[in-house]
């Protein structure tokens, strides 16, 4: 891991609290003050979302709120907070890397995330495979704007697609690291049944950003069980070994950014709480470096 790494927070945590420029910056701000350095956009949520798009991350938990209409350039720059990455579709980097490439680094990144594929069998080899050959032309056609392109990864790439290999295999061995890095999110790792530590150590210097989250067993059940639900949990809340997952990227990969994000199950229903609450495990292990600036 680098010797200074980033530190931010996922756009989706936040949606609920962009329905207006006062509010949104209102929450970029508290962002700022918890101790995070940045935020990671997706680039749905800055530009007039569409219906279905609204529709469907509301079903999931993500409101995008009216983050669309918002100027985040001018959001961002009042916050002082930066931008990490941008987070696009593969298929607009096909259609335009140019496009793409420029609005990332409009916003001040060389870095652009593709973020799992919607509609796409990951249990079909032939077609994970060609998903890696468009991933390698893709992060080519980005590298003469000096832009960079990395993988977002969910549960679903750990679909076996033979005996021995998962989608995320093929992904790994069939993408040019020259082209394509990653962006591993330990939480689908975990939540999908698959050796954290392992992946980090395949990946190794490849995993160019981590995404963090943590999962706990704080939500109930249905009342005739004593079970408990698994869910998202604020950072050492919950019970993966977050620790032992530090470690092993501090001492095997390149790390320049560690991002969390969570989807629901926030304290008191409240992403600013949570992230708040979050930034705790971070200065504790020496990821910020001072205190929120109400304890200044």
């Not at 249990?123 to 080519?140: D, H, P, Q, T, Y």
């Amino acid at each position: 891991m680098k010797d200074t790494v980033l530190t931010g927070v996922q756009q989706i945590m936040i949606g609920s609290r962009c329905n207006s420029y006062e509010s949104a910056l209102s929450t970029l701000r508290a962002i700022k003050s918890a101790g995070y350095d940045g935020i990671e956009l997706n680039d749905f949520m800055i530009k007039p979302t569409p219906f279905i798009v609204r529709l469907l991350t509301r079903f999931a938990g993500m409101p995008t709120g009216n983050g669309g209409k918002l100027d985040w350039k001018k959001l961002i720059s009042e916050s002082g907070l930066r931008v990490i990455s941008l987070h696009s579709y593969l298929n607009s980097i096909e259609e335009n890397p140019e496009a793409v490439a420029k609005e990332a680094l409009s916003f001040g990144t060389d870095t652009v995330v593709i973020t799992g594929m919607y509609r796409f069998d990951y249990g079909n080899f032939a077609e994970v495979k060609k998903l890696a050959e468009r991933l390698n032309m893709a992060g080519k056609a980005l590298l003469p704007y000096g832009v960079k392109l990395i993988y977002h990864n969910h549960n679903v790439e750990l679909q076996k697609v033979s005996e021995d290999k998962t989608a995320y295999d093929v992904i790994i061995e069939n993408t040019d690291p020259q082209y394509v890095n990653f962006e591993l999110d330990t939480y689908w790792i975990a939540d999908g049944g698959a050796d954290v530590t392992a992946l980090v150590n395949k990946l190794s210097d490849r995993i160019v950003m981590w995404h963090i989250n943590d999962r706990g067993c704080r939500k109930k059940g249905p009342f005739i069980t004593p079970i408990l639900k698994q869910d998202a949990a604020e950072l050492g809340t919950g019970n993966m070994a977050l620790g032992t997952i530090l470690e092993n990227v501090r001492a095997t990969t390149k790390v320049e950014a560690i991002v969390l994000e969570t989807h629901k199950n926030w304290i008191d229903n409240d992403p600013v709480k949570s992230l708040t609450v979050s930034a705790e495990w971070f200065r504790k292990h020496q990821l910020i470096k001072y205190q929120p600036a109400e304890n200044q």
